[in-house]
Structures are given as C-alpha cells and as structure tokens.
C-alpha cells in the first residue's frame, strides 16, 4: 500500500472536478492538488459532449429561470466564455449559434413578450422576433405540419443570431483543456485514472482515502465531485443524512439531418420540475438537430455502466418516510403524473419515437417520427436532491460542508454552466480552511 499526501485531493474528473483543479492550481497558492478519476478517461458521464445538451446556460432562452436566478447564472456562464476565450476555444470547444425561446399560441405570445421586456436590460444583445424573422432564421418552426404553408399559431421568440454570443460547449473538451491547463502552473499535481475512491475517514486532521484497489491517499482537505456518488461516499462516512437522491435520467432524440439552425427552446410549463423538451444542433452529430432531454427516474446512479450503480443508488436514497413524502407529494399532481408516464413511454423501443414527436411538433410542426432515432448512447443523470429537512425536491445544485476540510458537491443541471462559479467557492473555501491565498486580481482579470 502506498501513501501520497497532498494539501487538496479531489474527486471525479468531470467538469466540477476539472475547473476546480484548474482554480486552485492557477489562482491559489496551494501546492499540492491531485485529482482522482474512477473511469480511464476525464468526464464519461454527465459532462461528457454526447451526455447534456451542450448550452450555455445564461438565462436568456431559459424560460424556467426567473430573473434572480438568471443574474446569478449569467455571472457563472459568463466566466465558460472568459475561459474560452483565454484558452483560444472558439471552434474548438466552445460556439456561437443563434438560439431562440419560442412561444406557440396566444397565451405563451403575451408571455414572451413581457418576458423580453423583463429580461433585455440584462441581455442587451437579446431581439424579439416575430414569426417573419422567425421563418427567415428557422424556416421549419414556421411551417405547418404539412410542411406546406406557415402554422396557423401565434408565436414569436426572444433569441440571438449567430456570430452575437457564444451558446454552446462541449463540455468533455473543456474539461480536458481545465485538467491540461491546471498541469501547466507549476505546481506538484498528480491526475490519476481507473482509482475508485471507496472509502474517507478523517483522523488528526488528515483525510485518508482508500480506493477499490487499496491504495491510499492522504490529504489535509478534500472536495467531492462525483455526481450522485457525491452523495453516496457523504452517506458512507455518515454525512448528509438528510439528503436523498432521486437520479433522472434524460435522454436524446436525434434527427436524421440538420433541421435546426440554432437552439430553439419551448416556454416551461410552471408546474413541471425539468426544464421542457428543446432542439440544439448537436456538436458531435454532424450538427444534426438533438431533441429532448426526456426525464425519467432510473434506480442507478449512472447511466450505461451495467448495474453497479443500483446498489449505490439504494445506499444513496436511503428511501425513508419523508421520500415517500415528496414522491407521492408530486404524483398527486396530475400534469406531473402524466409527464412522468410520457417519459417512460419515450423510452420503449418500438413506440417512444411516435409519443416523442408530438411533443416535439410544437417545435416543428411537420416533424414526422421516421425524421428521429433515439440516440442511443446519448443522456445522462441527474442526481436531485431531495432535502429530508424541507421535505422538498431541489432543483439546483447542493453541497454537504458539515465536517470542515472535506466538500460534497452534486450537480444537476445546469451544473456545466456553473462549473467555474463552484469552483470559485470551493477554492476560497479550501484557501481558508489550509490558511493559503486565493489571488482575487487574477481571478477578476481573467474570468470575470
Ligand atoms: C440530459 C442532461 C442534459 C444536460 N444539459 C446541460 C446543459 O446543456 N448545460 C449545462 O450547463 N448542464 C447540463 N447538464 C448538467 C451537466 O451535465 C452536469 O451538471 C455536469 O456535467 C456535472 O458535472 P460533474 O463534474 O459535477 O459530474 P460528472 O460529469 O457526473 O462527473 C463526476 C465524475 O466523478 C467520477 N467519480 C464518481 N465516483 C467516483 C469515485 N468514487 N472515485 C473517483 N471518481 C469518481 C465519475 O467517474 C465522473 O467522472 C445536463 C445534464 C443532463 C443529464
């Protein structure tokens, strides 16, 4: 058994993991940072291109984001844009694509447009678009479903054209470049693959870590980010039990050809916890349209890793009174009963792809279900968190920080766009508890 000391170990090599490695090795002055994957390569789940819808999300088009959560979001978005533009990523890893948020009928029209009233000072970029603007920029949403004539509908879109902001990242890039990035800065780093952390415990103030195949790591701090599992290692050293997680899984439609030109994002049904149904051109599909994400529960932390996950997923719920609670609290409401059983009928081989596409007709009318395949491979989960405490379902991000020196972070969406604001305060916190300095100037000069 071997030991290797550092003064920040982090776990999981996604894209929190990632740009928390970058900022404590670029703007700390802590000299010793490693960061342990489990799988042989960084980010193969959540954050993986294939895996989430490769946005940006900035709270313009994200109808389900009020105003508040919007300013917060678009400091953290604006910082992958920093990065990307330090690192020279423009066509690389990150892209500029027109995106819209569409509304359809004439509720959603008032809607939209109080909504860009609202939110254009905050975007100055941002244009309403009526339905001639929106037939010249993307033709297929104006279509009727014959594909003939324009859609009888009243609808209109708040959105950007191409080349005015940057809209899209292929975060498993990205994180390679944070994880390469956070190498070059002189500091003692060790990045290590196929190492499953399976066990933490604290003594004397040292964090000793042991992984599936009994090696040992030493460190004076640690931060968590391994997705659902963040959870479960939390729960195994008896932390964090008042959470719970519900992992939902959302997967992918893909069209045969490019329908889309941009993002085109639908009004959100209030009542509902995830965001709706959208078409982007995917970056890793020829730019061919990429509809969803669904969102169904799946009993497994991780998608397309066999079943290991399963028992983990048990471990990590620790399914009690107040779970049930909360489940039942939502079944009760008959839109989400509803959407809830749609999302397990777009998963059944055969039929999903005719239940999918009326939904995503709304988008483009004439979309017909021999247009689509269900991207196999594609998706990933999200681990929402349940707060035992409330007795409600998160829909954000959550930490665990009740013992000091040691950080449990789970990220659901948009947890990409935010990667570089968690980072941000997790390093600061690290700074703090190892009495080192977060160098502010840099910081500012470059990311914000
Ligand atoms: C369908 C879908 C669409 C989404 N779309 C968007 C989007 O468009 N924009 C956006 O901003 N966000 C989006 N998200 C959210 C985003 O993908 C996640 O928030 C983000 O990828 C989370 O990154 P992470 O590094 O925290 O977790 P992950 O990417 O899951 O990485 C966790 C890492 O930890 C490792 N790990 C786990 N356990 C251990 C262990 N015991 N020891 C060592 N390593 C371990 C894993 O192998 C993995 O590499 C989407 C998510 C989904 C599922």
New binding site residues.
């Given amino acids: 058994m071997s030991n290797e000391e550092f003064d920040v170990l982090v776990?999981?090599?996604?894209?929190?993991?990632?740009a928390l490695f970058y900022e404590l090795a670029k703007y700390t002055d802590i000299k010793n940072i490693a960061l342990?994957?489990?799988?042989s390569v960084?980010?193969?789940?959540?954050?993986?291109g294939t895996?989430?819808?490769?946005?940006?999300?900035c709270g313009d088009i994200e109808t389900n984001y009020t105003l508040e959560k919007a300013k917060k979001v678009k400091r953290t978005s604006d910082m992958i844009i920093k990065y990307g533009l330090l690192h020279k990523a423009e066509n690389d890893f990150m892209f500029s694509h027109q995106k819209m948020a569409l509304a359809v009928g004439d509720a959603e029209y008032e809607y939209m447009k109080n909504r860009y009233e609202e939110f254009r000072e905050l975007y100055p970029y941002i244009k309403f678009f009526d339905k001639a603007k929106i037939k010249q920029i993307e033709p297929k949403v104006v279509l009727d479903k014959d594909g003939i004539g324009d859609r009888v509908e009243n609808i209109c879109a708040m959105g950007v054209e191409a080349g005015e902001v940057f809209t899209t990242v292929d975060?498993g890039k990205m994180?390679v470049s944070l994880i390469e990035q956070g190498q070059k800065q002189g500091k003692n780093t060790l990045v290590a693959f196929n190492?499953?952390?399976?066990h933490i415990e604290k003594k004397d103030d040292i964090f000793i870590l042991r992984?599936s195949h009994y090696k040992e790591y030493r460190a004076k701090a640690v931060v968590v980010?391994?997705?659902?599992?963040?959870l479960?290692?939390a729960h195994k050293m008896n932390l964090g039990m008042d959470k719970s997680c519900w992992p939902?899984?959302?997967?992918?439609y893909l069209t045969r050809q490019k329908l889309l030109n941009g993002k085109v994002y639908m009004v959100q049904n209030p009542k509902l916890p995830f965001a709706a149904l959208h078409g982007d051109p995917d970056l890793l599909a020829n730019m061919n349209t990429r509809f969803?994400?669904t969102a169904l529960v799946i009993p497994k932390l991780?998608r397309y890793h066999g079943l290991k996950s399963v028992p983990e997923f048990f471990e990590a719920l620790r399914f009690d009174k107040v779970v049930l609670k909360v489940t039942f609290g939502m079944l009760k409401d008959e839109t989400i009963r509803n959407y809830i059983l749609y999302n397990y009928l777009f998963e059944l081989p055969f039929i999903n792809k005719h239940f999918f596409v009326k939904d995503a007709r709304k988008i483009i009318p004439s979309l017909q279900s021999s247009d689509i395949y269900y991207a196999k491979g594609f998706?990933?989960?999200?681990p929402q968190i349940i707060d035992k405490t409330k007795g409600e379902l998160l829909l954000g991000e959550a930490s665990i920080m009740e013992t000091p020196g040691i950080i449990f972070?789970?990220?659901?969406?948009?947890?990409?766009?935010?990667?570089l604001g968690n980072a941000e305060r997790d390093a600061k916190l690290m700074c703090e508890y190892l009495g080192a300095n977060f160098n502010e100037d840099r910081f500012a000069s470059e990311l914000l």
């Fill in positions: 776990i999981g090599a996604g894209i929190s993991g990632a342990i994957e489990k799988y960084p980010a193969s789940l959540n954050s993986k895996s989430n819808s490769q946005t940006i999300h975060y994180s190492q499953e952390i399976t992984t980010n391994a997705g659902g599992h963040s479960y290692l939902v899984a959302g997967s992918f969803g994400p991780e998706g990933g989960v999200r972070n789970m990220t659901p969406s948009p947890g990409a766009t935010s990667c």
